[in-house]
Nanobody
Framework: QVRLVESGGDSVQAGGSLRLSCAASGLTLDNHCVGWFRQVAGKEREGVAATATGAGPRYYATFLRDRVTISRKNAGATVYLQMNSLKPEDTAMYYC?????????????????????WGQGTQVAVSA
Protein backbone atom coordinates (compact mmCIF):
# COMPACT_ATOMS: atom_id res chain seq x y z
CA GLN A 1 0.00 0.00 0.00
CA VAL A 2 1.32 3.38 -1.01
CA ARG A 3 1.53 6.05 1.63
CA LEU A 4 2.83 9.60 1.34
CA VAL A 5 3.70 11.41 4.54
CA GLU A 6 4.26 15.14 4.80
CA SER A 7 6.01 16.83 7.68
CA GLY A 8 7.50 20.17 8.58
CA GLY A 9 4.37 22.27 8.86
CA ASP A 10 4.38 24.75 11.71
CA SER A 11 3.19 28.12 12.95
CA VAL A 12 5.60 30.90 12.03
CA GLN A 13 5.64 34.65 11.81
CA ALA A 14 5.54 36.48 8.52
CA GLY A 15 8.96 36.60 6.94
CA GLY A 16 9.95 33.24 8.33
CA SER A 17 10.87 30.05 6.52
CA LEU A 18 9.78 26.45 6.58
CA ARG A 19 10.94 23.30 4.89
CA LEU A 20 8.27 20.73 4.22
CA SER A 21 9.18 17.11 3.58
CA CYS A 22 7.41 14.38 1.68
CA ALA A 23 8.40 10.75 2.11
CA ALA A 24 6.78 7.64 0.73
CA SER A 25 6.35 4.01 1.58
CA GLY A 26 5.26 1.43 -0.95
CA LEU A 27 6.47 3.69 -3.72
CA THR A 28 9.85 4.67 -5.11
CA LEU A 29 9.31 8.38 -5.06
CA ASP A 30 12.23 9.08 -7.35
CA ASN A 31 10.38 7.38 -10.20
CA HIS A 32 7.41 9.69 -10.04
CA CYS A 33 6.50 13.28 -10.66
CA VAL A 34 5.88 14.78 -7.22
CA GLY A 35 3.91 17.91 -6.62
CA TRP A 36 3.08 20.11 -3.68
CA PHE A 37 -0.38 21.59 -3.40
CA ARG A 38 -2.06 23.70 -0.79
CA GLN A 39 -5.61 24.26 0.22
CA VAL A 40 -7.50 26.61 2.45
CA ALA A 41 -10.85 25.42 3.74
CA GLY A 42 -13.58 26.40 1.32
CA LYS A 43 -11.19 27.14 -1.52
CA GLU A 44 -9.80 25.18 -4.45
CA ARG A 45 -6.63 23.21 -4.02
CA GLU A 46 -3.81 25.02 -5.81
CA GLY A 47 -0.47 23.89 -7.10
CA VAL A 48 2.65 25.18 -5.44
CA ALA A 49 5.49 23.31 -7.16
CA ALA A 50 6.33 20.02 -8.81
CA THR A 51 9.41 18.09 -9.80
CA ALA A 52 9.86 15.48 -12.46
CA THR A 53 12.14 12.52 -11.88
CA GLY A 54 15.89 12.81 -11.55
CA ALA A 55 17.27 15.98 -13.09
CA GLY A 56 14.01 16.65 -14.88
CA PRO A 57 12.23 20.00 -14.92
CA ARG A 58 10.78 21.69 -11.90
CA TYR A 59 7.68 23.78 -11.96
CA TYR A 60 6.49 26.58 -9.75
CA ALA A 61 3.32 28.54 -9.33
CA THR A 62 4.00 31.94 -10.82
CA PHE A 63 2.88 33.80 -7.73
CA LEU A 64 5.28 31.81 -5.53
CA ARG A 65 8.26 31.36 -7.82
CA ASP A 66 10.74 33.53 -5.95
CA ARG A 67 9.89 32.19 -2.53
CA VAL A 68 9.78 28.43 -2.89
CA THR A 69 12.18 25.73 -4.01
CA ILE A 70 11.34 22.11 -4.60
CA SER A 71 14.10 19.54 -4.40
CA ARG A 72 14.78 15.84 -4.08
CA LYS A 73 17.21 14.38 -1.57
CA ASN A 74 18.22 10.95 -0.32
CA ALA A 75 18.50 9.61 -3.86
CA GLY A 76 15.11 11.07 -4.60
CA ALA A 77 13.37 9.29 -1.76
CA THR A 78 12.38 12.55 -0.10
CA VAL A 79 10.98 15.63 -1.74
CA TYR A 80 11.34 18.95 0.02
CA LEU A 81 9.57 22.23 -0.36
CA GLN A 82 11.59 25.12 0.99
CA MET A 83 9.44 28.18 1.59
CA ASN A 84 10.94 31.56 2.43
CA SER A 85 9.57 35.00 3.19
CA LEU A 86 6.32 33.47 4.30
CA LYS A 87 3.19 35.59 4.27
CA PRO A 88 -0.10 35.21 6.13
CA GLU A 89 -1.74 34.29 2.83
CA ASP A 90 0.51 31.22 2.68
CA THR A 91 -1.47 29.76 5.55
CA ALA A 92 -2.96 26.50 4.32
CA MET A 93 -2.81 22.74 4.49
CA TYR A 94 0.05 21.60 2.29
CA TYR A 95 -0.13 18.26 0.49
CA CYS A 96 2.36 16.29 -1.49
CA UNK A 97 1.16 14.12 -4.31
CA UNK A 98 2.70 11.73 -6.81
CA UNK A 99 1.74 10.86 -10.35
CA UNK A 100 1.92 7.38 -11.85
CA UNK A 101 4.62 8.57 -14.20
CA UNK A 102 7.92 10.39 -13.98
CA UNK A 103 6.94 13.28 -16.20
CA UNK A 104 4.91 16.09 -14.74
CA UNK A 105 3.46 16.87 -18.18
CA UNK A 106 4.52 20.48 -18.51
CA UNK A 107 1.71 22.80 -17.55
CA UNK A 108 -0.40 19.81 -16.53
CA UNK A 109 1.58 19.68 -13.31
CA UNK A 110 -1.06 22.04 -11.95
CA UNK A 111 -3.88 19.57 -12.53
CA UNK A 112 -4.42 17.88 -9.19
CA UNK A 113 -6.65 15.27 -10.84
CA UNK A 114 -3.59 13.86 -12.61
CA UNK A 115 -1.99 12.83 -9.32
CA UNK A 116 -2.69 9.32 -8.09
CA UNK A 117 -1.24 9.30 -4.60
CA TRP A 118 -1.79 11.89 -1.89
CA GLY A 119 -0.58 12.48 1.61
CA GLN A 120 -2.70 13.63 4.53
CA GLY A 121 -1.22 17.10 4.57
CA THR A 122 0.79 19.25 6.93
CA GLN A 123 -0.53 22.53 8.29
CA VAL A 124 1.30 25.79 7.75
CA ALA A 125 0.14 28.85 9.67
CA VAL A 126 1.73 32.24 9.15
CA SER A 127 0.89 35.10 11.48
CA ALA A 128 1.31 38.76 10.68
Amino acid sequence: QVRLVESGGDSVQAGGSLRLSCAASGLTLDNHCVGWFRQVAGKEREGVAATATGAGPRYYATFLRDRVTISRKNAGATVYLQMNSLKPEDTAMYYCAAKDVGSCGGSRWLNSNDYTFWGQGTQVAVSA
